[in-house]
């Protein structure tokens, strides 16, 4: 027989959001992208980040739930809730950004979405939106364009 164990405790590394993130408002699709922006938009390869608000739509964690390769990053729904799940966020926005510059979602970007919001309907952590940056600044929001 095999033991069984019990989880007593999750303990989550915290640290200090950079003092212009903390509590910062996210009113729009706009306000995500330029947060998002100036937290990825300047990597090389795509990487996927997790904003989780409370019910005032102010930002109380970032994540960078997955690094990928230059043109994918592979996520599950698992690692995005449990980042918000440990928060205690309300809702989250996710982003990505896009190392060629084109903010266009692919077809992965919008099954990857639709699965999110799926799962945060389930468990009660809202997806409010999936936002796509560059590094230009560019954006695309999947909530402005019904996407999911």
């Known amino acids: 027989m095999e033991p069984v ?8 590394e915290i640290r200090d959001l950079k003092e212009d993130y903390a509590r910062h408002k996210v009113g729009s699709p706009a306000d995500a992208a330029e947060l998002a922006t100036k937290v990825i938009g300047d990597e090389d390869r795509e990487v996927f980040l997790v904003m989780m608000l409370n019910t005032k739509n102010q930002v109380v964690g970032l994540h960078r739930c997955h690094v990928g390769s230059l043109n994918a990053s592979i996520v599950h ?3 995005v809730m449990k980042s918000a799940i440990l928060n205690n966020a309300a809702s989250i926005i996710v982003s990505h ?3 060629s510059g084109q903010c266009d979602p692919s077809r992965e970007d919008i099954d990857v979405t639709k699965r999110l919001a799926e799962a945060g309907r389930i468990i009660g952590i809202e997806l409010l939106d999936h936002v796509i940056v560059n590094y230009k600044g560019d954006f695309y929001s999947m909530r402005e364009n019904a996407k999911f």
């Open 97 to 99: 950004q896009h190392p």
């Open 5 to 12: 164990f019990e989880v007593v405790r999750i303990r989550q």
């Open 77 to 79: 729904p698992r690692e």
